[in-house]
Each structure stands twice: as C-alpha cells, then as structure tokens.
C-alpha cells in the first residue's frame, strides 16, 4: 500500500511518516529531505530550490514530479511508500495518479492531520532534527532524551526555513494551494481527517487502526 500524509506544515507528518513507516514496512519519501538532500549536492539546481525554500515557496512541480518518478520507478520500494509533504498542489496529486498507473501501483490511503495555526508555531519553533539519524524533536513537546534518542545532542539541529516570515509564507501557500487537494482525495474516498493535537502515540494508533480496518 502507499499512504499519502497530508497538513500543515508543522502539522507532524514527518514524525507520524517515521512511526508508520517502521510499523507497516514501508519508505518514507518527504519531497522536503528530497531538495535538502539536492541543495547539499551543490547541483545546477541547488540555488534555485534553496531560494524558494528559504521563502517559503514551493518548488516548480517538474522538479518534484521528477524526483518522486525515481523513487516510485524503484522496485525496491513497490507499493510500500509512505509520501510526507507531497503531493502539496492539485497538478502534482494529478501527476502522481499517472504516476502509479504507470508502475502498476495505487494509493490506498490518505490521512490529513488537523492542527490549528498558534499550536504549530510554537512546534516549528522548537523542532530539532538529528542530522545522523534523521529523527525529529521538540525542545517543548518532545525532547530528545537516552531514552528516545540515541545519538549525541551536538547532531540536534533547527531548519533554516524555521523562521517567522518563512512559517507564515508557508502556511498561506498551504491554504492556497493544498486545500483543493483534500477535496480531490474526498471525491475518491481516500481521505480520513485524524485529530494531529494529541499525543503523537495516540495520533499513530487512530491511524493504524484505521488502516487495519480497511485493509483487504
Ligand atoms: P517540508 O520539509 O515538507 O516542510 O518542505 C520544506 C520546503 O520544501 C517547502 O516549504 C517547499 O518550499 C519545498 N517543498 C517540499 N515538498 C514540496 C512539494 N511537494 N512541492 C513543492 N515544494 C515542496
């Protein structure tokens, strides 16, 4: 099965995509890493996506159609791909149809993680993601601690996109452009809203048993 995990930004789709994708076996793609992992290589591309990641704009659709083309092509990874932050417009959830027909595959679920706006200001604030491990925490919710974490605290980093004027161009590009993709999934009986406020093992556990309910 492929899952689609849909929110706002800070909404906790990159912790849920980690959680569900140990649970069900599956590989998470985030679009996001996807472009930091480009910006890094210093490609042709890379100034171009860091600028508009850093405004918080969303990168043209022909270069994320591109990069989800060679994940979804890879058999490694047929039928068993966990998407966070992607499709983010109409035309790419329209794209990513084709895209399974193509390499024979579906999407079988699509959660969206309501969240309310001042709750999730306060979580891009304080996340940290491990660059050795590629976890994320919380200074406030979720702090990384032995028990959670392994590795040591100097890897804990903040995103350079976590700032107030990016965090509000990105909630006003989410509202215009990702709201219709509800919709689209709506129309296909894809889509469960899943409370994303609660305690994040209670958020996996309504999203598992929802799967576990409708899996054939
Ligand atoms: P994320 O890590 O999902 O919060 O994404 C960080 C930034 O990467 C976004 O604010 C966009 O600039 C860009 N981005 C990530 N995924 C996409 C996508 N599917 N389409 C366009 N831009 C994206």
New binding site residues.
Partial sequence: MNIILLGL?GSGKGTQGNILSKVFNLYKV????L?RDEIKKKSTLSNKIKT??DK????PDDI?NNLVENILSNKNYYNRLIF??????LN?AKHLDVLVKKYNQKVSFVFNLIVNKDFIIKRFFGRQVCSKCGLIFNEFYYPSTNENHQCDPKFLQKRS?DNEKTVRN?FDTHSKETSPILNYYRNQNLLHEVDGLVDISLISKEIRQIIHSLET
């Fill in positions: 930004p985030s679009t996001g890493d472009l508009l990641i918080g704009l969303l990168v994320i966070d932050g992607y499709p983010r417009t790419q996109d990105r």
